[in-house]
T-cell receptor, first 111, second 115 residues
Framework: GQQVMQIPQYQHVQEGEDFTTYCNSS?????IQWYKQRPGGHPVFLIQ?????EVKKQKRLTFQFGEAKKNSSLHITATQTTDVGTYFC???????????FGQGTELSVKP | GAVVSQHPSWVICKSGTSVKIECRSL??????MFWYRQFPKQSLMLMAT?????????EQGVEKDKFLINHASLTLSTLTVTSAHPEDSSFYIC???????????FGNGTRLTVT
C-alpha cells in the first residue's frame, strides 16, 4: 500500500548545529505537509508544498519538495532549544485524500 | 486561526468501562473530522473519518463497534471507546479541516489510561 517514510527516526544535535529530516513517498503526491509536535503536545501545521521542486523558507526552516513530488526535506539552520519536538511529513492518500503521516523525526537539542 | 478543542485532555478509567472523547471545531464548520491514535514515540495512525450526518468510515483493522464515532453537528464529533481494555491506552487526537481545504487542525489530544 501507499507509504510515507521518514528518516532519521531520532536526531540529537548540539545547539547551533543544523538538522535535516527526509521524507519519501512510495507514490507521487499532489502535495506534502509538515507538522511539528512538541513533547506532550499535538501536531501543529508548519507548511504545505504543492509544486514540483518547490522551496519555501520560514526563518531558519527550509522546506523542499522534490522534482518528482515523491520526496521532501526539512532543514533547520542553527538549531535552538525551541526547535525540540517531532517533525512529521504527511501526504494525501491517492484514494480519498486522507493524510498519511511519516514516522516522524524526533529532534533533541542539547544546549 | 482555526481552533479545534478536544476534551478531556486526559482520562483514567477502569477496564470494562466506556470513555467518550469530544472534538469541537470552535470557529469553523467541519463536515469531516478525523480521529487518530498515537502510541508513544510513534506516528499518527488514522482510525476513522467522521462525517457529519452520516456513518463514520473506519480504517482497516479498526473495530467500529469498539470505537463508536458520532458526528452530530458541523462542529462536534465524539469518539467513544467502549469496554476499554489496557491495550486501548493511548493518545487519541482528533483533527478537522474547513471544507476540503487543508491543512488539518488538530485538537490537543486525549491521553487515555485504562487500568
Amino acid at each position: 500500500g501507499q507509504q510515507v517514510m521518514q528518516i532519521p527516526q531520532y536526531q540529537h544535535v548540539q545547539e547551533g548545529e543544523d538538522f535535516t529530516t527526509y521524507c519519501n513517498s512510495s507514490t507521487t503526491l499532489s502535495n506534502i505537509q509538515w507538522y511539528k509536535q512538541r513533547p506532550g503536545g499535538h501536531p501543529v501545521f508548519l507548511i504545505q508544498l504543492v509544486k514540483s521542486g518547490e522551496v519555501k523558507k520560514q526563518k531558519r526552516l527550509t522546506f523542499q519538495f522534490g522534482e518528482a513530488k515523491k520526496n521532501s526535506s526539512l532543514h533547520i539552520t542553527a538549531t535552538q532549544t525551541t526547535d525540540v519536538g517531532t517533525y512529521f511529513c504527511a501526504g494525501p492518500r491517492n484514494q480519498g485524500g486522507k493524510l498519511i503521516f511519516g514516522q516522524g523525526t524526533e529532534l533533541s537539542v542539547k544546549p | 486561526g482555526a481552533v479545534v478543542s478536544q476534551h478531556p485532555s486526559w482520562v483514567i478509567c477502569k477496564s470494562g468501562t466506556s470513555v467518550k472523547i469530544e472534538c469541537r471545531s470552535l470557529d469553523f464548520q467541519a463536515t469531516t473530522m478525523f480521529w487518530y491514535r498515537q502510541f508513544p514515540k510513534q506516528s499518527l495512525m488514522l482510525m476513522a473519518t467522521s462525517n457529519e450526518g452520516s456513518k463514520a468510515t473506519y480504517e482497516q483493522g479498526v473495530e467500529k463497534d469498539k470505537f463508536l464515532i458520532n458526528h452530530a453537528s458541523l462542529t462536534l464529533s465524539t469518539l467513544t471507546v467502549t469496554s476499554a481494555h489496557p491495550e486501548d491506552s493511548s493518545f487519541y487526537i482528533c483533527s478537522a479541516r474547513e471544507g476540503t481545504v487543508l491543512p488539518l487542525h488538530f485538537g490537543n489530544g486525549t491521553r487515555l489510561t485504562v487500568t
